[in-house]
């Protein structure tokens, strides 16, 4: 009888525990990540991705999140290269809302993010309207006023137009003798192409700069010559060029090749990166770029380690992937998402209005306003280029 009642009782504990093991196993909380890893850019999704896991880690090291009956879950990442390409990135999220995934983090790239966020539903909620139901939070593609294309996308990422504003006035202010502009553009990136048009040309008369003209490129060009000849020509106090790493790399020799002269150079907020630090820290420096990350705090020193961690490397987009994966913790445990494999679709609609109800979250160098548009407002800082760092040049937070 003895030996009976110890058996029952040890097979009722390897019951127990094989039941909580099911339980644990089936409570993961699927996070989908999307962006480019192939091509020019591809170090933008790399970063994601290594941000996205070092968050995911960070969150089940320290107990997962709290789901709607008090039941722990995991965080389990996926990546996908969209290899920013709108047609590639549409299948991605299409492919990736067949899954177990409640949201996404993504994409790489403006050029994707707005057809994207085009087939997804425009009103939550509208029965009439068969687009896909699905939440979106963009932690990179910048251009700006994309997420009111649809009430199921969101965005992290800075505002370009208020950041380049403040930047342009401070330069005037603290260099009364800079007079004109002469600007570069990465013309087949909606992104670059966004930003000078709309934000630093703009901005840049505003404070009272007179805009000599520009010259374009393309993201895949390699030659540069007549556009930097132009540029010289031109004999601007202030050189401000919207591209990204590869091509900022490839100009900023041509101009010291040709030996360009010039008081201040500009750039734009994607370049202020690892990349550009590596492929041209010579001719970059002092180049200034405002951005909303810097490690200047505990929780952004820890967020860049947690990205070389995982082979990759904390800016303004990445480190964005960071604080969306704890926006998103937060919304989890907050609407009581299940994450069970018969409540995907409610748990999705959970998190989108989740999202759409936020008026403020937490951020890595401050806290982050939200829109209704689904837009945040965060806070910044101008960087500029010091040999193999990007050191703080102004605090406009302080």
Known sequence: MKH??????????AFAGTQSA?????????VAGFGAKSGVVRSFGVNTEAVMRAAAEKINNEGGIKLG?????????????D???????????RRIASGKAVVAIGPTCSNVAEPL???LQKRAGDASDTGLQFPIFTDTAIKGGLAKISEWAFRNVPNESQMYQSLFKWVKKENPGFKSVFGGVEEDFAHSRFTWYKVMETRAQEAGFKVLGRVKWLLNDTNFTTQVRQMKKA????????SHPFTL?????????????????IGLTSSSSLETLRGCSKQAKGIIIPTSFAPVTAAAKEAAAGAAKFNGSADLHSAAAWENMFILKGVIEKTGVMAKGDTVQADRRKIRDGLAALKSTGGLIGGIQRTKEGEAVKPYVYVHAQGKEWKILHDPRK
């Open 22 to 30: 099911a339980v644990s196993a089936d409570r993961e909380v699927h």
């Open 4 to 13: 009976q009642i110890m058996f029952v009782a040890a097979a009722a504990l």
């Open 249 to 265: 790399c490839g100009v900023l020799k041509e101009m010291k090749r040709q030996r360009v002269k010039y008081k201040q150079l």
């Open 69 to 81: 009956d008090g039941t722990k879950g995991k965080v389990v990442v996926t990546f996908y290269d």
């Open 83 to 93: 290899r920013c390409k709108a047609e590639e990135g549409i299948s991605v999220v």
């Open 117 to 119: 966020f085009g087939v």
């Open 235 to 242: 004999k601007a106090d202030v050189i401000a060029i919207s």
